[in-house]
């Protein structure tokens, strides 16, 4: 038996078992498997909803503070009362907090309740232009209906990350 015989094999092949009539032929744990994987998925799936959340954020709102984001024309039409001058680079600089505070754990109260904020203006564009957020019908949006109806998503991966927001400190009894 050789040193690579003798190496631990890892949880998820544990129970890999040798069928005796195809010799050398291992069937796989698919239950031994699916644990594996889904014990990671609970491990790491709040921290990678977290850096997604930040990378998004981060990275708009820098397009914004540069000048370069392709949001900026609907921005200046939805918020008309506003300078752009000055409202777009804010925007920018407030989404690029909001992505700051996700990356940090003890931050991610801060980050919802700037998110919350930012989202309640990302749907205006339906209230304020639905010419241009909607074709034939409310059921039919354009590209730009499109890119608002996502932030569905990112509010439903900021509600996961805030359902776990109580797990980072100790545990009081």
């Known amino acids: 038996m050789s040193a690579a015989d003798s190496q631990p094999l890892p949880r998820f092949l544990d129970r890999v078992v040798i069928d005796p009539t195809r010799p050398r032929a291992p069937v796989l744990d698919l239950d031994a498997l699916d644990r594996a994987a889904v014990a990671w998925m609970e491990r790491h799936g709040?921290?990678?909803l977290r850096v997604s959340l930040a990378l998004v954020?981060?990275?708009?709102?820098?397009?914004?503070?540069?000048?370069?984001?392709?949001a900026d024309g609907l921005v200046q039409r939805t918020v008309s009362w506003w300078d752009p001058a000055w409202f777009i680079p804010f925007l920018g600089a407030w989404e690029c907090l909001i992505g700051v505070c996700f990356l940090v754990p003890r931050a991610n109260r801060l980050a919802l309740v700037l998110m919350a904020?930012?989202?309640a203006g990302t749907f205006l564009p339906f209230i304020v232009l639905p010419a241009e957020t909607y074709t034939r019908s409310i059921?039919?949006?354009t590209i730009e209906g499109q890119y608002i109806i996502k932030n569905v998503v990112l509010i439903a991966a900021a509600i996961a990350v805030g359902s776990r927001v109580r797990d980072d400190g100790p545990r009081r009894t």
Do not use: N
């Open 57 to 70: 954020f981060g990275w708009f709102g820098a397009l914004k503070l540069v000048g370069l984001s392709p």
């Open 117 to 119: 904020t930012q989202m």
């Open 139 to 141: 059921l039919v949006p």
């Open 46 to 48: 709040t921290t990678c």
